[in-house]
């Protein structure tokens, strides 16, 4: 019989990832202005939203022309980005796998790319999530995160990844 569970993601280890507060409207908006100026470059309209610490939505825009099932995505990009610790890519290859429970995901949960906890010293002050493309989810994602201060090491990784 294929073993159906694995240990815990790293991020979710004690000590790894703690959950803070201090994301300000200020520094969300700024995100999101980053963000559009990236959606715009890539020629992809997008939908951002930004959550804080508690996956409780701060801040979000709609781009004119996104696809409209973009804004649910992304609003669920961010929440599962905080909620889980980690980039909603992490969960896609262990759920595909059966590795971690089904029951486990709930409606908003996402298991694919696009959604990046919010990382400053090692503390997750929110999450941020990007929809409307593919990969310029990713560069989207990349300009809001660098923005706003925050770690790039999981979106870096998930785009070198994809170069190979």
């Not at 201090?22 to 100026?37: D, F, I, N, S, Y």
């Not at 990046?116 to 300009?143: N, Q, R, T, W, Y």
């Not at 995160?145 to 925050?150: A, P, R």
């Not at 790039?152 to 785009?159: H, S």
């Amino acid at each position: 019989m294929p073993r159906t569970f694995g240990p815990a993601p790293d991020a979710w280890k004690a000590g790894k990832r703690t959950y803070g507060s201090g994301l300000t409207l200020k520094t969300a908006r700024k995100m999101l202005e980053a963000g559009e100026k990236e959606a715009v470059k890539q020629g992809v309209p997008m939908v951002m939203a930004i959550s804080d610490s508690g996956g409780n939505l701060l801040a979000f825009e709609r781009m004119d022309e996104a696809i409209l099932c973009s804004v649910q995505i992304a609003l669920d990009k961010a929440y599962t980005a905080v909620f889980g610790k980690q980039a909603t890519a992490e969960f896609g290859g262990a759920y595909k796998a059966g590795v971690l429970v089904p029951l486990f995901f709930h409606e908003r949960w996402i298991t694919f790319p696009g959604g990046f906890p919010l990382i400053k010293d090692g503390v997750i002050m929110g999450g941020l999530g990007v929809s409307g493309g593919v990969i310029e989810d990713l560069f989207v994602a990349k300009a809001a995160l660098i923005s706003g201060g925050f770690s790039t090491n999981e979106v870096d990784a998930i785009l070198a990844q994809n170069e190979k």
